[in-house]
Nanobody, 126 residues
Framework: QVRLVESGGGLVQAGGSLRLSCAAS????????MGWFRQAPGKGREFVAD????????DYAASVKGRFTISRSNAKNTVYLQMNSLQPEDTAVYYC???????????????????WGQGTQVTVSS
């Protein structure tokens, strides 16, 4: 059974930082693309960042590029999202996502992922 468990969310003031973690189990992490998405109240789930399993190349949404950094530890089966210079518009539930042996699956789209965590709340106050 695949499990993705996020942690590290919380309340932070604008300009602050948080580091999210997602621990994966029940899948072949080494050959899995890992992604982060977020969903604000009343909005759809949107892509934030992802990392390719083979070359560790990373993609970012334009809104977070330069402020957020995705990384992964294959030894720990964990993916991270370092979030700096947080703004109120970053407030959302953040979800970890995974797809094993992705092939040509789209990377920056919810359709590209098969497994999802339960989400962790990030709230940025102004």
């Amino acid at each position: 059974q695949v499990r993705l468990v996020e942690s590290g969310g919380g309340l932070v003031q604008a300009g602050g930082s948080l580091r999210l973690s997602c621990a994966a189990s029940g899948l072949t992490f080494f050959t899995s693309n890992m992604g982060w998405f977020r969903q604000a109240p009343g909005k759809g789930r949107e892509f934030v960042a992802d990392m390719n399993w083979s070359d560790r190349s990373a993609d970012y949404a334009a809104s977070v590029k330069g402020r957020f950094t995705i990384s992964r530890s294959n030894a720990k089966n964990t993916v991270y999202l370092q979030m700096n210079s947080l703004q109120p518009e970053d407030t959302a539930v953040y979800y970890c996502a995974a797809v094993v042996d992705p092939g040509s699956r789209p990377r920056s789209n919810v359709r590209g992922y098969d497994y999802w965590g339960q989400g962790t709340q990030v709230t940025v106050s102004s």
